[in-house]
């Protein structure tokens, strides 16, 4: 198992004092080419480490964002393999930021544990974060993901006691992401007076850095969980982006890097707001 690029990336935001910002956009949305210019922007505009979502019919975890840039990306003809091929077009040109498919089991085991972990390997993909795959039922996949040295990068929530915490950490890799609200993706605001127990439980059970995502829309609340946890997870708010600029005939892909910047920005000074 390497998790280098994961690795690396955690080490020099420790270093520099601050949490990391991860970027989740959807493959394919709105288009193949138009999501390719968004990957490839992202870096610049501040994202730390890129979530990547391949497209499914019924993201059960999703609130509507999500689950509306899913059928546009489905509309566009991203499947699994389309997806990688996006992974390995970004990858031709970024070397250094950590690239972690996110999405359902699926389409995963219609594509074959082997080959996909095989080929998302070969298309520079450093993790996967499978939503609907619990420990129990992971050891198959986190077979041939090891064999491919490629991380699974499991989820945490705010009823994952600390026996369920135990088995959350086994065979978990790069960092765990924890889910700061019950409920799905887009809906409801963290608050980052209850997430700072938690990270650090999670922290302490799995000895890796943690990435608190769901409910941070908005500058203030990220910079609020950037002071507690190790990175700061955004997605509904930058799909919801493209949405808003389909519906206005302006440019997707302008307007998802100026809210990363927006948010990048919140997230890397954050701690420097609070020591000053």
Do not use: W
């Amino acid at each position: 198992m390497t998790t280098a690029r994961i690795d690396a990336r955690f080490a020099a935001l420790n270093a520099a004092g601050r949490a990391g910002f991860v970027a989740y956009v959807m493959a394919g949305d709105p288009t193949r080419d138009q999501a390719l210019e968004i990957l490839r922007g992202l870096p610049a505009a501040g994202a730390d480490i890129i979530e990547l979502g391949f497209p499914f019919s019924d993201p059960m975890a999703e609130g509507p964002p999500i689950q509306r840039a899913a059928l546009r990306g489905l509309k566009a003809g991203l499947t699994l393999k389309g997806t990688l091929d996006l992974a390995r077009a970004f990858r031709d040109g970024d070397m250094d930021t950590p690239l972690i498919l996110m999405g359902y089991l699926n389409p995963i085991e219609t594509y074959g544990h082997e080959a996909f972990a095989r080929d998302a390997a070969a298309a520079g993909v450093d993790g996967v974060i499978v939503v609907d795959c619990p420990p129990e039922e992971a050891g198959p996949l986190n077979d041939a993901l090891d064999a491919a040295q490629v991380s699974l990068i499991r989820l945490a929530t705010p009823t994952s006691d600390d026996a369920r915490l135990k088995i959350i950490a086994e065979r978990t890799s790069g960092f765990v992401y924890y889910v700061s609200v019950a409920g799905v993706t887009g809906v409801k605001e963290a608050d980052a007076g209850s997430v700072a127990p938690a990270v650090e439980r999670v922290r302490q059970a799995s000895g890796l850095p943690v990435a608190v995502g769901f409910g941070i829309k908005t500058p203030e609340r990220a910079a609020q969980v950037a002071q507690v946890a190790d990175a700061v997870v955004a997605g509904s708010v930058l799909v919801d982006e493209v949405a808003a600029a389909l519906a206005q005939n302006a440019d997707p892909v302008r307007r998802v890097l100026d809210r990363v910047k927006t948010l990048g920005d919140a997230v890397r000074d954050a701690r420097v707001t609070r020591t000053a």
